[in-house]
């Protein structure tokens, strides 16, 4: 599987920013996918996941009630809409597919990983 994340950029505390990430290559509905980050000088940690089924998702508490996270099978794609964004939600978003099917939220879970998109808050 092949992941390319997009729609990173820059936004003003408390505005919002849609990222996407589209897949090619194995079957897209055999993979639960999911969301992480990394801050300049932290560790990645998660974000939110969805499972094979767009029912399943997860959520990290710092982010809970802020973003969604959604997938559409037909075209290959999932998205992480963010809202009420705040400086400290500034990093590095990379989004990864797991066989996992009901999502997970353990980075060594996941199989594959986009190349990531560059978030920052501005305050």
């Known amino acids: 599987v092949q992941l390319q994340a997009s729609g990173g950029g820059l936004v003003q505390a408390g ?9 090619s290559g194995h079957m897209f509905s055999d993979y639960a996918m999911g969301w992480f980050r990394q801050a300049p000088g932290k ?13 399943y998702t997860r959520y990290a508490d710092s982010v809970s009630g802020r973003f969604t996270i959604s997938r559409d099978n037909a075209r290959n794609t999932v998205a992480l809409q963010m809202n009420s964004l705040r400086p400290e939600d500034s990093a ?16 060594r879970n996941y199989d594959y990983w986009g190349q990531g998109t560059l978030v920052t808050v501005s305050s």
Do not use: M, P
Not at 43 to 55: L, M, P
Not at 92 to 107: D, F, N, P, Q
């Open 43 to 55: 560790e990645r940690e998660f974000v939110a996941s969805v499972g094979w089924s767009a029912g």
């Open 92 to 107: 590095v978003y990379y989004c990864a597919a797991s066989r996992y099917y009901s999502g997970t939220s353990l980075e």
């Open 15 to 23: 505005g919002s920013l849609r990222l996407s990430c589209a897949a």
